[in-house]
T-cell receptor, first 114, second 111 residues
């Protein structure tokens, strides 16, 4: 069965600092991978996705993620964090149907300090 | 283009009651997925409807059921509510099971 592990429950970074959120997945075939962001009281917004091709994926809001098959990882990065990036971030893996059934990690809550 | 809308936004029910949550999919979308997000957890897949047929189900008991209507809007029904059913219920719509767009969710509290 597919699964996702986000080892960091909370992360605090200073505004302007770089950010890396970790994600490890378990899936038997080539995975479909996603990162979503959720602000308090809001639904989920897709930041970026990986289906195939270039392993470095660019997303919205200046985020990028790198797929590393050998490490079963799909870490999210941003070179310079803004206060508005404070939110909860979810990594997710989809089954062979892409979005058909998506399994989410437990999330990483990002706090940004001035 | 309207987004995904869910109603109601908040709901309080008593244990043992039944509840119906509603989701209007984004214009042009024909697929709706439902997720349950308990406090402090990631969303968990309940089921998906594609062109009015159930198209995949997660590990939820039969008291969780759904419908999709000809206009592709959808309902999630939960019977015999339990305290553990308290959660944020998210609906996501997509076209032909492609990229999904999420609604704001319905916060259900069971007392």
């Amino acid at each position: 069965a597919q699964s996702v592990t986000q080892p960091d429950i909370h992360i605090t970074v200073s505004e302007g600092a770089s950010l890396e959120l970790r994600c490890n997945y378990s899936y038997g075939a080539t995975p479909y991978l996603f990162w979503y962001v959720q602000s308090p009281g809001q639904g989920l917004q897709l930041l970026l996705k990986y289906f195939s091709g270039d392993t470095l994926v660019q997303g919205i809001k200046g985020f990028e993620a790198e797929f590393k098959r050998s490490q079963s990882s799909f870490n999210l990065r941003k070179p310079s964090v803004h206060w508005s990036d404070a939110a909860e971030y979810f990594c997710a893996v989809g089954d062979s149907g892409g979005y058909q059934k998506v399994t989410f990690g437990t999330g990483t809550k990002l706090q940004v300090i001035p | 283009e309207t987004g995904v809308t869910q109603s109601p936004t908040h709901l309080i029910k008593t244990r043992g009651q039944q509840v119906t949550l509603r989701c209007s999919s984004q214009s042009g979308h024909n697929t709706v997925s439902w997720y349950q997000q308990a406090l402090g957890q990631g969303p968990q897949f309940i089921f998906q409807y594609y062109r009015e047929e159930e198209n995949g189900r997660g590990n939820f008991p039969p008291r969780f059921s759904g419908l999709q209507f000809p206009n592709y809007s959808s309902e999630l029904n939960v019977n015999a509510l339990e305290l553990d059913d308290s959660a944020l219920y998210l609906c996501a719509s997509s076209k032909d099971r492609a990229e999904a767009f999420f609604g704001q969710g319905t916060r259900l509290t069971v007392v």
